[in-house]
């Protein structure tokens, strides 16, 4: 156990499947990134060389853990969000070790091998993604059962994509660190096709934010880094107000939108604003969005919204609602937190990093729910292929 071949078994396997799993079996990413979070803490307790995340990462954490605790008394109007609370401290407790960066070192990891294997895993995924997306995705079928001529929806992979989105610009950063260029070159552009066969814009603007600000890192990497929390720390703290401007000049002026998922965003932004506003200090609780009624105005004239949905798809607007001002304000820092320690990676780690976590950012101020397992899954195992990233001795 103490020599770190166990560790860099299961580290290597998990990190091998978690593309191919995350494509044919989204809630699968939930179980591996678990998994490995577990796996590996179990290593570490052996090994009596349990890594500290560090200060600035977990007191922002510890307080919007225990700002959601305190709506519970609060808030005692909506029961049911009390029976979220334990999922979301549990799944922060097990996944915030992997972005601890010290998990690499704490459990002696033999680096080669892990990066072969997260290379291997992000190729194979890539190569199950353009088979499924581009051939009416045969492996699904095969594997789950389904009429050759039933509809599969390639909506189905849209997350699979950002997770490998995600881990490709990981493998690309340890191609290029090995001064193997051309191929990182070919991994990323592979994953250029793979964006492009699919459907989600999200997934395209993943890759697209991905590699804009990983040539815009390469120059300036500390002046992308304090932009990047800057805009995302002005998008959170306005978004309540902001969220309602947009909506009623959408309405006022009739403006067409011929996707109905942007439609239907605009309008659970607009409602999540009115929430939040409501309770602008500590917020209703944790998943209070999806029990807090909607205004009968704003629902009569909504043509996407027509019930409560388990998040406003916004991270700020999330964080507005369950936790107030003071849980954005504790968002806000612990981004912060994660972009000062991108600065004190090695120069030439850096630009990928930064890219990680832009990409790792867009799909929650977006799309993804904060407590989503499978958004919370993806993140972590990115944050902890990240330290595959640095040579030995550089932690």
């Not at 793979?194 to 990497?221: D, F, K, P």
């Not at 939108?257 to 659970?268: P, Q, S, T, V, Y």
């Amino acid at each position: 156990m103490t020599d770190g071949r166990a560790a860099t078994w299961i580290a290597a396997l998990l990190l091998l499947a978690f593309p191919t799993v995350g494509l044919l079996a989204k809630h699968g990413m939930s179980t591996l990134g678990i998994a490995l979070a577990v796996l590996l803490a179990g290593l570490m307790l052996l090994d009596r060389r349990v890594p500290w995340p560090g200060w600035t990462l977990v007191v922002p954490v510890g307080l919007l853990l225990a700002v959601q605790a305190l709506d519970l008394l609060l808030a005692p109007d909506c029961p049911p969000c009390a029976a979220r609370w334990p999922q979301a401290a549990g799944a922060v407790v097990l996944l915030l070790p992997l972005a601890a960066g010290g998990v690499i070192a704490g459990t002696k990891l033999d680096r080669p091998l892990v990066r072969r294997a997260l290379v291997a895993g992000v190729l194979l995924g890539a190569v199950v993604a353009i088979v499924e997306l581009g051939l009416d995705a045969p492996i699904y079928r095969l594997l789950d059962g389904r009429d050759p001529g039933e509809a599969v929806s390639l909506s189905r992979y849209n997350r699979g994509i950002v997770a490998l989105v995600l881990l490709a610009l990981v493998a690309g950063g340890v191609l290029w660190g090995q001064g193997r260029r051309l191929p990182a070159f070919g991994l990323l552009a592979v994953m250029g096709v793979v964006s492009m066969l699919g459907i989600s814009l999200i997934a395209h603007l993943c890759l697209l934010l991905g590699l804009v600000t990983l040539i815009a890192g390469a120059v300036v990497e500390r002046l992308v880094r304090v932009a990047m929390v800057v805009v995302v720390a002005v998008q959170m703290l306005t978004a309540p107000w902001a969220a309602n401007a947009v909506y009623e000049w959408v309405v006022a002026d009739n403006v067409e939108i011929g996707d109905m998922a942007i439609r239907h965003r605009l309008e659970l932004w607009d409602h999540g604003g009115a929430l939040a506003r409501e309770r602008p200090w500590t917020g209703w609780g944790i998943d209070a969005f999806d029990h807090r009624p909607i205004d009968p105005q704003r629902l009569a004239r909504a043509e996407r919204m027509n019930k409560p949905e388990p998040h406003p798809h916004n991270a700020g607007l999330q964080l507005w609602v369950e936790t107030g001002i003071v849980g954005v304000l504790l968002g806000i820092a612990f981004l912060a937190a994660a972009a000062w320690r991108i600065g004190r990676m090695p120069r030439a780690v850096r630009p990928w990093a930064t890219a990680v976590l832009a990409v790792g950012v867009l799909p929650g101020l977006v799309s993804f729910g904060l407590w989503q397992t499978t958004y919370l899954a993806m993140a972590a195992v990115a944050a902890f292929a990240v330290g595959l990233l640095r040579e030995e001795g550089e932690e």
